[in-house]
């Protein structure tokens, strides 16, 4: 993983390899959702490598001795509408205690503004560790926005993990809240005239949702 003060960049030859899938446009709709899942599953070895742990005790076949469990993190997933959506499944197979609030934002084509719709957060998200997720981290201001709305709630904690990056986008986060941790599956190489990611791999939300 390449680790740059809050920003984290997996390296895994898995995530890897199932991005260059991602990114073909040949790729089916339903290939698309699972793999979608699929990397934020892998993602969360690192983001979650904090997760508090408790210790209880376990009988063995062989002999009685205490050993750690997950202690019941106090966690809520945000995803941002549409696209976050296809990654949520991702982190809840492996945490299904988890809350998740929604957040709805669209970016206006024109000026790349993001436009809110719909917020809806979990009650006891005050203190809690909290992690947004949208698979497109592009110009930075529906993250920016998203993360400003959560703030007004009082977390303990945010991270935002993304499966495509750009550079321009982790500089607008990390400049307007250099506070939370970034986790991209890749960070790319720019963004286009009209606010895509270059090389990218289109449009998440349409590709997720075959609405295009
Ligand atoms: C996409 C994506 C992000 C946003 C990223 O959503 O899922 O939310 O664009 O762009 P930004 O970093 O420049 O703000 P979109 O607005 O296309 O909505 P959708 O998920 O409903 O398709
Ligand atoms: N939103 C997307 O879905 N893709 C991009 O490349 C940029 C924003």
Known sequence: MNELKN????????????????????????EFRELII??????CYEALRDLPLKEI????????????????PHLSIVPI????????????????TARIGHIGLYRDPKTLKPIEYYCKLPSDINGGDVIVLDPMLA??????????????HNPASIKFMCIIASPEGIEAVTKAHPDVKIYCASKDKCLNKDGYIVPGL???????FGTK
């Open 139 to 152: 110009t930075g201001g529906s993250a920016i926005d998203a993360i400003s709305g959560i703030k007004k």
């Open 81 to 96: 509408l549409r696209a976050g959506i296809g990654m949520v499944e991702g982190v809840t197979s492996l945490l299904p």
């Open 202 to 208: 289109g449009d998440a939300g349409d590709r997720i």
């Open 57 to 72: 005790e376990v009988e063995t076949p062989i002999t009685t001795s205490v050993f750690k469990v997950l202690a019941e």
């Open 38 to 43: 699929e990397v934020t599953r892998l993602m």
């Open 7 to 30: 920003v984290f960049v997996m390296d895994h030859p898995l995530i890897k390899h199932k991005i260059t899938l991602l990114r073909d446009k040949n790729t089916s709709s339903k």
